[in-house]
């Protein structure tokens, strides 16, 4: 019986992340494709949250920042087990995060993570995939999503990444 009724109470007291990406490809000022879809928290993604919460002696709070949103070109359906981005774009043109890129909406219970590949940094790479990196190197989350208009001189594409706790 008591067994039952912690199994009640965990279902209850749950807590579970979902993520949305809306990506978006501009050029001279004017919208031409949009796209939303969901991401994956990864395993490794998973232990950083606890390892947050856990504050053991040997961990580091500093290596569990989201530093990087890394673009790729790899469309292979998301795993809870993948270890990075399958088929990421030049490292010289990975996402710095920063404090300004990365806020918290505690009224919505939501982290949003934005970021842009700016116009002029594209050599015709046709995105298909991304990744939130920690500062560790390990990948917190991963998504794929239909191919984007090539990443040319003329066009910049914006992600906004919104991590949000739900009720399950």
Do not use: C
Not at 84 to 108: C, F, M, Q, R, Y
């Amino acid at each position: 019986m008591a067994r039952r009724a912690y199994a009640s109470q965990v279902s209850q007291d749950s807590i579970a992340f979902r993520g949305a990406v809306s990506i978006q490809v501009w050029e001279a000022g004017f919208l031409l494709q949009e796209q939303t879809v969901t991401n994956k928290i990864t395993l490794r993604g998973r232990t950083a949250l606890l390892l947050l919460l856990a504050q053991a002696g040997g961990t580091s709070l500093s290596n569990y920042k989201l530093t990087k949103l890394v673009p790729g070109t790899n469309n292979t359906p998301v795993s809870v087990q993948d270890q990075g981005v399958l088929a990421p774009i030049a490292t010289a043109k990975h996402i710095t995060l920063n404090d300004a890129s990365v806020t918290l909406n505690e009224a919505a219970q939501e982290l949003v993570i934005t970021g842009t590949l700016p116009s002029g940094g594209g050599s015709g790479e046709v995105l298909t995939e991304a990744g939130l990196v920690l500062a560790n190197e390990q990948l917190f989350a991963r998504m794929v999503h239909a191919a984007t208009l090539p990443w040319t001189g003329t066009r910049s594409v914006a992600y906004t990444w919104r991590v949000r706790a739900i009720n399950p």
